[in-house]
């Protein structure tokens, strides 16, 4: 198993350039936040495949699940904190930036949100004492769970990017 992390390493081991390291800022290569992408990439292969079936043949989430979907959620929260202390590469200079108000504005323009919308819990947040408001919302928790296959589009948009460094 470390050989197929060794070998994405060694994917992400083209660094480019870099400016002043300030604190805080995990390398985007680093080999550590590598693992991290690959079980970010294993959980939302694991949603792309078991969300839409269970949404099509199961009406309703036992215990388990609601503790799987509750540690996914976990994941991608920690996932968007990363994001925030993750550099960046600047697409014309290719240098790296370590700068946390660039990285910010950078992730806040682009994949916070649907980040956000995909971890809130919207199906936990209905008042169960209404019914009928329960009942009519129930397909707004269901597509939310789709909203997490959103996630799915930026990890092929960073493996597109990573294969445009290495070339």
């Given at each position: 198993m470390?050989?197929?992390?060794?070998?994405?390493t060694?994917?992400?081991?083209?660094?480019?350039?870099?400016?002043?390291?300030?604190?805080c800022?995990i390398?985007?290569?680093?080999?550590?936040?590598?693992?991290?992408?690959?079980?970010?990439?294993?959980?939302?292969?694991?949603?792309?495949?078991?969300?839409?079936?269970?949404?099509?043949?199961?009406?309703?989430d036992?215990?388990?699940?609601?503790?799987?979907?509750?540690?996914?959620?976990?994941c991608?929260?920690?996932?968007?904190i990363?994001?925030?202390?993750?550099?960046?590469?600047?697409?014309?200079?290719?240098?790296?930036?370590?700068?946390?108000?660039?990285?910010?504005?950078?992730?806040?323009k682009s994949w916070?949100f649907?980040?956000?919308?995909?971890?809130?819990?919207?199906?936990?947040?209905?008042?169960?004492?209404?019914?009928?408001?329960?009942?009519?919302?129930?397909?707004?928790g269901?597509?939310?769970?789709?909203?997490?296959l959103?996630r799915?589009?930026?990890?092929?948009?960073?493996?597109?990017?990573?294969?445009?460094?290495m070339?």
């Amino acid at each position: 198993m470390e050989n197929v992390f060794d070998d994405f390493t060694r994917f992400y081991a083209e660094t480019a350039k870099t400016r002043k390291i300030e604190r805080c800022i995990i390398m985007q290569n680093h080999k550590h936040k590598v693992k991290w992408d690959i079980l970010i990439m294993i959980i939302v292969f694991f949603i792309l495949i078991f969300v839409p079936y269970r949404l099509a043949f199961t009406d309703f989430d036992p215990p388990r699940w609601v503790i799987i979907y509750a540690i996914i959620d976990i994941c991608f929260l920690v996932d968007i904190i990363l994001s925030f202390l993750t550099s960046l590469t600047d697409p014309v200079t290719h240098l790296e930036i370590t700068d946390h108000k660039i990285i910010a504005k950078d992730y806040l323009k682009s994949w916070f949100f649907l980040d956000v919308l995909s971890i809130i819990p919207i199906d936990l947040l209905l008042d169960e004492k209404n019914l009928n408001t329960v009942i009519r919302f129930v397909r707004i928790g269901k597509m939310q769970k789709l909203i997490k296959l959103v996630r799915l589009v930026r990890l092929f948009k960073i493996m597109k990017k990573k294969d445009a460094m290495m070339n």
